[in-house]
């Protein structure tokens, strides 16, 4: 078998008499899948450190409102690229 191809025990049958090749998700986990999730991990210890060092600013000062409206944009970020998009699932 060449690099890349799939043997046919890979293969999911439809149950319409055909088979398909497994779609990402059920192929497993990959390489590049725990890089992400290792950089999403780093990103949101981040995110609290950061969370926990704004709340010692001064309540009223427009330095913590600013920090906290950029933190509030990165925890979006986080969570957009953490979310399966339509095209993960096959």
């Not at 049958?13 to 986990?29: I, L, S, V």
């Not at 899948?33 to 010692?56: N, P």
Request: glycine fraction near 8%; avoid cysteine.
């Amino acid at each position: 078998m060449m690099r890349g191809e799939m043997s046919t025990s890979e293969y999911r049958f439809t149950g319409y008499g055909g088979a398909r090749p497994p779609r990402r998700h059920e192929r497993g986990p990959t390489v590049a899948g725990f890089e992400v999730q290792a950089a999403l991990t780093k990103a949101r210890e981040a995110a609290s450190l950061a969370s926990y060092d704004i709340q010692k600013l001064p309540e009223d000062s427009i330095e913590r409102q600013a920090l906290h409206n950029l933190l509030t944009s990165v925890d979006a970020l986080i969570t957009a690229v953490d979310t399966p998009s339509d095209s993960d699932a096959g």
